[in-house]
C-alpha cells in the first residue's frame, strides 16, 4: 500500500516541479518517507512463511490502510506549512481519502499547485478504493486479495464478471480511469484551464468534491462547467460495474438494473420538488436556473460529492430537510458515493410492502426480489441490521459532538455528512463555510466517522469488538 502510495505523491512532487512551487521539497520528503516505510514492511514480511489472508486479515488492513494513509498523506500539509497543526492536517486528509471532501482550509486558492493536485488525489484514489487499486497491481496477494476486496467494497452483492478477484479489479480501475479522462477532457474545453479541469475531473468522478477554488464550481458562472459536472456526478453514484458493461457495449444492463431505475427516479422526483421551491419562493430567476440550481445541489448531495453552486442554507428548512434526507440515502451499491445506498432502501421497502400484506394474507409466501433474484432472508436481515446500527451510530454520534460544545443544527448535519461521505453540512458547516472552526475533539471523532461511513461501518466496528482478536 504504501509503495503504491508513494508513485501518487511522486506524481503530486512533479507537478509542484513543473510549477516551480515551494511544496516540492515538502512532497518529495514525504515521498521519501512513505518509500522508506514501505520498504521496510515489505523486507519485514519477505521471509515470512506462507499465510494465506483471511477476512479479519482483510478488514484489519483495509482498516489500517485508511488510517496509516492518511497520517502519512499529510505530511506534505504538514511539513510544508500549509496547516499547521496535526489534527487539521489528519481531519484534510482522512476527508480526502474517504472522499468526503469536509475541510478545515480557509484559502484554498493560495495553496501551491502540488499541494492541491495531491489533495485532489487523495479523493481519487479513496473514490475506487485504494486497496481496489492495490489488487489490481499486485496479484501477488493471491487468495487474501478477495478477502480485501470484500472488506473495502462493502455492499449487498458483488456481481462478479470474471472468476478472479484481481481481474475485477482491474477492469473496474480502467473504467475508473476512462471516466476521468473524458470528464478531464470535457471540462478543459470548457472555461478551465488543464490544471483545473484535471483537478475537477479527479474529485468529481470520486464523489469527493475537493475544488481548485474557494467558490467551488461557482467560480466559474459556467452553466456548461455545471451540467457536465452534474452528469459526472449522477454516473459517479451509479454502480461501476454496470458501467463497466454499459463501456464494453451492453447498455442494456444499465438500463434493466433495479437499482439504477429506483435511483434516477428519486433524484428526478427530488430535482423537481426542489425547483418547483425554489421557483415559488422567489430564489430562482427563472425556470431553467432554478432547475440547474436544484439539480446540481440535489445531485452533489445525494451523490455524496459536496461540489456547490449555490449556497443552500438561505433555502429554508424545508431544503435543509430534503439535503440531509439525500446524504442519508446517498448513491447505488458498487459505486464511489457514500450514504445507506438506494439498493438497501430498496429491499426494506419491498420487505415493509410484504409485511403489510402479511396483514391479511398469513400463510402467503412472498420474497423480496432485487432484478428478478430473490433476495434471501439472511441479507435481509442484515440489511435492517446495518441500517439500525447506521441510525444508532448517528445518534450517538450527535450526542458526543454536542458534548464538544457544537450547535444542534451543525452537530446533526456534521454527523449525517461525515457518515455519508458528503462535506457540506447545516448551519456554520455549510457550503459557504468550513470546518476550521469545529473542536479539536469533535475533529478526530469526525475523522473517525467519516473511515467508518467509507466502509461501510461493519468493516471498522467489526475491529473493535473483543471477539475479533480473539482466536
Known sequence: ????????????????????????????????????????????????????????????????????????????????????????????TMSGFTTTGASILTDIEALPKGILFWRSLTQWQGGIGVVVFTVALLPILGKGASQMFDAETTGITHERFRPRVTQVAKRLSGVYILFTAVLAALLYRGPMDLFDAVNHALTTMSTGGYSTKNASIAHWHSPYVEYVVMLFMFIGSINMTLLWFFVKGSPRKLFADEEVRWFSAFVLVVIAISAAWL?????????????????????????????????????GPFFWLIALTVMFVGGCAGSTSGGLKMSRFIVLNKNLSNVFLKQTHPNAILPVRMNGRVVSEDVVHRILAFVFVYISLILASCLVLMLDGMGFEETIGATVSAISNVGPALGNLGPACNYAGVPTVSKWFLSFLMMVGRLEIFTVLTILLPGFWKR
Open 279 to 315: 421557483l415559488y419562493n422567489g430564489f430562482a430567476a427563472g425556470r431553467e436556473e432554478a432547475v440547474r440550481q436544484a439539480a446540481f445541489q440535489v445531485i452533489s448531495l445525494i451523490s455524496s460529492t459536496g461540489f456547490s453552486t449555490a449556497d443552500y442554507l438561505p433555502w
Open 1 to 92: 500500500m504504501f509503495l503504491l502510495e508513494t508513485f501518487f505523491m511522486l506524481l503530486a512532487s512533479v507537478v509542484a516541479f513543473i510549477y516551480k512551487g515551494p511544496d516540492f521539497y515538502p512532497l518529495l520528503i514525504s515521498s521519501g518517507l512513505l518509500l522508506g516505510c514501505g520498504i521496510a514492511f515489505y523486507l519485514g514480511g519477505l521471509h515470512a512463511n506462507e499465510y494465506t489472508a483471511g477476512r479479519r486479515e482483510g478488514m484489519l488492513v483495509v482498516a489500517l490502510t485508511w488510517s496509516l494513509l492518511s497520517l502519512f498523506g499529510m505530511l506534505p500539509f504538514y511539513i510544508g506549512g500549509y496547516i499547521d497543526n496535526v489534527t487539521d492536517a489528519y481531519f484534510e
